[in-house]
């Protein structure tokens, strides 16, 4: 098992440029979601999947899209870049939580590095 | 909004000393998890705990669970070099977990 799997690793854009960060995962998980990490204030999430064809919003939503077409890939799209973007961007999976509390484990991808000039 | 807050946020010690990380919150949480990141890599959970005043151990580390279920610490006993690394809480909320602003942990050999 590959586990989580993201790419690319790294990315430079220019502002305003458009592209696509993959997610996959080869565990069979429901639940899927996208992190960005910037120093000093943890991990805080994006958006988050409960199974194909479900998506919503997590803390920090603006200026990102996600679709989930097939429980194995969860890609986030960047609209049009901005520097406040530049950011780690962390995939995570994990079984879908019982009655939408977590108590399994989470695992992670090891991130995509994204500058925005 | 649900926020944790860790302290101390950076943490240098010597190998063999004990130290201390605490994750508080205002908010209740159904069950809250530490994980453990290295640099260039994703957080890979360490424990999961779910019942106020749980305590669980993992070799040197204690974890502890408030008796509200706001707030847990994470002690290391005879901390040793591959201790290091960036040390974060989580809290689970309805489908999302929130995290804690991570404590950036350095135990000197």
């Known amino acids: 098992n590959a586990g989580v799997t993201q790419t690319p690793k790294f990315q430079v854009l220019k502002t305003g440029q458009s592209m696509t960060l993959q997610c996959a995962q080869d565990m069979n998980h429901e639940y899927m979601s996208w992190y960005r990490q910037d120093p000093g204030m943890g991990l805080r999430l994006i958006h988050y999947s409960v199974g194909a064809g479900i998506t919503d919003q997590g803390e920090v939503p603006n200026g990102y899209n996600v679709s989930r077409s097939t429980t194995e890939d969860f890609p986030l799209r960047l609209l049009s870049a901005a520097p406040s973007q530049t950011s780690v961007y962390f995939c995570a999976s994990s079984p879908v939580p019982t009655r939408g509390f977590f108590t399994d484990t989470q695992y992670f991808g090891p991130g995509t590095r994204l500058t925005v000039l | 909004t649900q926020l944790l807050e860790q302290s101390p946020q950076f943490l240098s010690i010597q190998e063999g000393e004990n130290l201390t990380v605490y994750c508080n919150s205002s908010?209740?949480?159904?069950?809250l998890q530490w994980y453990r990141q290295e640099p260039g890599e994703g957080p890979v959970l360490l424990v999961t705990v779910v019942t106020g005043g749980e305590v669980k151990k993992l070799k040197r580390l204690t974890f502890q669970f408030g008796d509200a279920r706001k707030d847990s610490s994470l002690h290391i006993t005879a901390a040793q070099p591959g201790d290091t690394g960036l040390y974060l809480c989580?809290?689970?909320?309805?489908?999302?977990?929130?995290f804690g602003t991570g404590t950036r942990l350095k135990v000197l050999a």
């Open positions: 908010s209740v949480f159904s069950s």
């Open positions: 989580a809290g689970a909320g309805t489908y999302k977990y929130i």
